[in-house]
């Protein structure tokens, strides 16, 4: 009655039109350097903890370059199957140069044992496998089609190298994060909005400050995970009033709160200080800031000599006070600026006004022109110069 075997047909038409499509037992990730692979795979594994049977096995490992323990082929030992053979070579097992070849007998031991369920195996960053690279793409090229139980993800940079060794796996899925760049970019969005919520809770940033963070990280990270993560972290310890001065020294701005300090003719006000020192955009009038950079200055001081605080002379920085006085009261005096109504109005009668409009002011009001005199004063200045002069007198002028 034999006519044929449909089991032999089955294999012939498989043969001949290619046989159907399998489920892909192998997902590389690929992109790279700071593209997330290493925190994509890190979810992948939180989810699969989390959805997996108890009965499954799901195993990974993270490659790491500059730690000898995790960064060569042979780093990743699997012990309930190890017994047997440690029994008979012992810690030569670990060490000798065979150490590859009975540790991946093992692990392919450990994949075709009958009683195991679903395996799931993840191999985070091959590229910084240094030592082995060729042996183990080579072991999870052929492992990753023993068996429909067995899966596998792996990731990697761009390298020539894996692409030509992974080429062979039929049964495989890519997700190449530089062709998934609208994605990505997506997450990066997420990312940089998160950081800079916690940023902002962190360093009570104002609503301007926590704006223009934001806006530099978008515009500079450029699809990169790494870098906004490290930007954010050095940032975490920055003070809110430097914030926007990424990269800048804390050193010249101490020099000039140290110097205007030591040349005013009276103790002054955080108001009145922050009137003669730049600060970053967002920052002005703040008393936590202007604290800190006194801190900062008198921490300074201990370290550093006169010459360091006056590098241009003292001169100079009682030009500097001077100018910056006349352009502050330029920019605020008005007439009857408390708003007095009678020019006989006794002193007793004037209530300060909330918030005083002379509370930045007091100090530039009366002592102007003395830091304009000590420092013409000194026989190496050839007078006021004409620009000088014009401010003056537009300001008595006008004021």
Not at 83 to 109: P, R, T
Not at 143 to 156: E, F
Not at 183 to 212: E, G, M, P
Request: charged share 25%.
């Amino acid at each position: 009655m034999r006519i044929t075997d449909p089991r032999h047909d089955k294999k012939r038409i498989e043969d001949i039109k290619g046989g159907p499509l399998e489920e892909s037992r192998l997902l590389w990730v690929k992109g790279d350097p700071g593209k997330g692979k290493t925190m994509l795979l890190c979810g992948i594994i939180d989810e699969l903890e989390k959805s997996v049977a108890k009965t499954d096995l799901l195993s990974y490992f993270f490659c790491q370059a500059m730690d000898s323990r995790i960064n060569n082929a042979t780093a990743p030992s699997l012990f309930s199957y190890i017994q047997k053979k440690y029994d008979h070579a012992g810690e030569a097992l670990f060490g000798d140069a065979n150490a590859w070849v009975a540790l991946s007998e093992i692990f392919s031991s450990v994949l075709k044992d009958p009683n195991l369920n679903s395996i799931y195996l993840i191999v985070d960053a091959l590229d910084e496998c240094i030592v082995g690279l060729p042996e183990l793409l080579g072991f999870i090229a052929r492992m990753s089609s023993i068996s429909p139980r067995v899966k596998w993800i792996i990731s990697s940079r761009n390298w020539p190298v894996i692409e030509k060794e992974l080429d062979a796996v039929m049964q495989k899925a890519r997700l190449c994060l530089e062709i998934n760049q609208k994605s990505i970019s997506n997450a990066i969005a997420t990312y940089i909005q998160f950081k800079v919520d916690w940023l902002a809770k962190r360093n009570k940033y104002t609503t301007s400050v926590r704006d223009a963070v934001h806006r530099y990280l978008s515009l500079n990270a450029e699809g990169t995970f790494l870098w906004v993560a490290l930007v954010c972290q050095e940032m975490s310890n920055t003070p809110r009033w430097k914030a926007q001065q990424k990269g800048s020294e804390d050193v010249d701005l101490c020099k000039r709160v140290l110097a205007i300090t030591l040349t005013v003719y009276r103790p002054i006000t955080l108001d009145e200080l922050e009137s003669f020192v730049d600060m970053s955009n967002g920052v002005n009038s703040e008393y936590e800031a202007l604290s800190e950079i006194i801190g900062l200055s008198k921490d300074f001081l201990l370290a550093k000599a006169f010459i360091e605080i006056f590098p241009s002379r003292k001169e100079e920085t009682h030009h500097e006070i001077f100018s910056r006085s006349l352009k502050a009261i330029s920019r605020t005096l008005r007439r009857d600026i408390y708003s007095l109504g009678a020019l006989d109005c006794p002193i007793t009668l004037v209530k300060q006004l909330d918030p005083d409009p002379l509370v930045a002011l007091r100090y530039s009001n009366i002592y102007w022109v003395d830091h304009l005199c000590d420092w013409n004063s000194n026989s190496i200045n050839q007078g006021i110069n004409s620009q000088d002069k014009g401010n003056i007198k537009n300001f008595i002028r006008k004021k």
